[in-house]
């Protein structure tokens, strides 16, 4: 708000009266509350130079181990699995040291056997979070086939190029 430049006596009185009276009311918050706000800066003043202190932390209470019962030897408890994957059976175990890698035998043959199995059939549970998609799912066996499937389109593109009206010598077979 812009005042206007020419003022006569009684606007000047006015405006010398509301300076006066903000100066007052300005005067009197200093006094209430002015001792208040200078301790309050002194104090804030006083911890910012002080170094930071952080408060001192409990340690828990130490908790007791639980005994580990002892670790059974391979092969002594039959329905207990060791590990989480399965055993491999003995005789896809005897291809790992029959014939050479190289010939298509010995590991490469086990490797490929061992891979027609599903996870399902070489681990206890899910080891990874891929496996869990389709655990337990069994065998898809309903595969719809369409009774006539479509036709395969070669080229979206014309054979002959833009134009329509071609000689037909042109034509490229």
Do not use: H
């Amino acid at each position: 708000m812009a005042r206007p430049l020419s003022m006569d006596a009684q606007q000047q009185e006015f405006w010398k009266e509301q300076y006066l009276q903000e100066l007052r009311l300005r005067f009197r918050w200093r006094q209430r509350f002015g001792a208040s706000v200078k301790a309050k800066q002194e104090q804030r003043r006083r911890a910012a130079r002080e170094p930071l202190k952080l408060p001192a932390l409990r340690s828990p209470a130490p908790v007791a181990q639980a005994q580990r019962p002892p670790q059974a030897p391979a092969g002594a408890a039959p329905g207990i699995p060791e590990g989480e994957m399965k055993p491999v059976a003995p005789e896809v175990r005897k291809l790992l040291y029959q014939g050479i890698s190289q010939d298509g035998e010995g590991r490469r043959r086990y490797l490929r056997l061992r891979t027609t199995r599903g996870p399902e059939e070489k681990y206890y549970t899910p080891v990874t979070t891929n496996f869990i998609y389709g655990w337990q799912m069994g065998k898809v066996t309903n595969v719809y086939v369409p009774p006539s499937p479509k036709c395969r389109i070669e080229s979206f593109f014309r054979k002959n190029g833009v134009f329509s009206l071609l000689d037909p010598r042109d034509v490229a077979l």
